[in-house]
């Protein structure tokens, strides 16, 4: 008798969620993904900015489900589905047929239209964080090539966008200058190297309460970041960034940190899409006129009490299970039952002993606690044993001798916006137009 036919789009939070659930369940599971790793995205920024290697917060696919005979993976970028026919049309090889279909693509960065956003560099995928590694290194390369001539903006690097990833890139990056480069490149006038964070709203962290945000603003201009709010970004051509008041940042960096739209597949699937392209669906989690289709994680609009869930690892994880348990009800011939988001908190790093932490119960970290909060909450959830041991160990390694690992260039920097040249160490996803603020 033949089982059952799961197909699972995307190997992100939301489907290896989905696939771990139903693993045990006498049905097939294909997980189709573009890449063949899962990507730890919490922590690209580390390797963007050469805390990590970018093996550290990857993971293959096949070896996540290593020891569950039906669960299969197809690398494949899915270009469609044809409903009628319930087969998904994928970029290489044969179409694949499904039975029930779990929508986990994710989505990408939105730079909400902005003038010459093509010379910022995004922080989205593997190839994102290496790309940008390579260009703030090249940078110093570049600068200490010529250490009496080094021209306005060259070693000023700009964030934009206040929320966690933005305050985490750049609380990394002065640290990466002052700690590490400033040893390597003994020849510069490192007060040159400046990291300004730029944030349209009033505050950074807007979804945190006002004393971890005043904590993440004092600590990062503590050490050295310009924090500038209120700012608007008007455009960015190649050496600098315009701001709406009409203030010019001199800068051959602008880091895009501030915007996150649905995956484009959204789009291609002939389904009701709401704010930011995500996928309109049910409070069961299914795709309204497609019985036995769910969207899970960042690709959805996910009913919640207050509007839609934020797109975030809890809610790609608790939505992929649910999603799993919903088929398994319908197969059973159970009926489908809401989704409960079950909040457990939301943290943010700022640097080396500073971060900030807040949970549902009430309680708010600040400082070293919050931090090591932090630092355990992301071992437990890096998907593989060794990634976890290698990062624990490049942690303990950077915050006793004030070093980084990975200070490697291993690309000439792609021009901003286009592909880089070699796949390498590092080969991610097809370059994404941008980057996320949550
Ligand atoms: C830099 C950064 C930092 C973050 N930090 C945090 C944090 O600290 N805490 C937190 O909770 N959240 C954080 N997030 C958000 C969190 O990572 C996402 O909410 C989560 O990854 C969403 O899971 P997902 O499964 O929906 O999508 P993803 O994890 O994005 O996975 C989607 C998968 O689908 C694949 N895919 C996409 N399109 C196709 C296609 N057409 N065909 C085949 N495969 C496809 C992609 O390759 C990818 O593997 C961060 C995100 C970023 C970018």
Known sequence: MTRPRVVVIG??????????????????ITIVDRNNFHTFQPLLYQVAT???NSADVAFPVRAIFRRQPNVTFRKASVRGVDWE???LAVDEGSDIGFDHLVV????????????GAEHALPLYSLRDAVALRNHVLSQFELAASQPDAVVDGQLTFVVVGGGPTGVEVAGALVELFDQVLRKDFRSLDMSRAVVVLVEMRDDLLGSFHPPSRRHARETLASRGVDVRTGAVVDRITPAALHLRSGAVIATETVIWAAGVKADSLASVLGVEVGAGGRIVVGSDLTIPGH??????????EIPGRDGPLPQVAQVAMQTGRHAARQIRAS?????????????KGTMATIGRRAAVTELPIGLRLRGTLAWLAWLGLHLVYLAGFRNRISVFLNWAWNYITWDRGP???????????DAPNDASEDAGEPPTESQRNR
């Open 331 to 343: 197969l059973e011939g159970a009926s489908l039952r809401p989704f409960r988001y079950r909040d």
């Open 50 to 52: 050469a805390g990590l």
């Open 104 to 115: 986990a693509a994710g989505a990408t960065t939105n730079t909400f239209g902005i003038d």
């Open 291 to 300: 019985t036995g289709a769910y969207a899970v994680g960042d690709i959805a």
């Open 11 to 28: 190997a992100g939070f939301g489907g290896i969620a989905a696939a771990h659930e139903l693993a045990r369940d006498p049905v097939d």
């Open 85 to 87: 026919r319930a087969t």
């Open 407 to 417: 200070r490697l260039i291993l690309d000439t920097p792609p021009a901003h916006g």
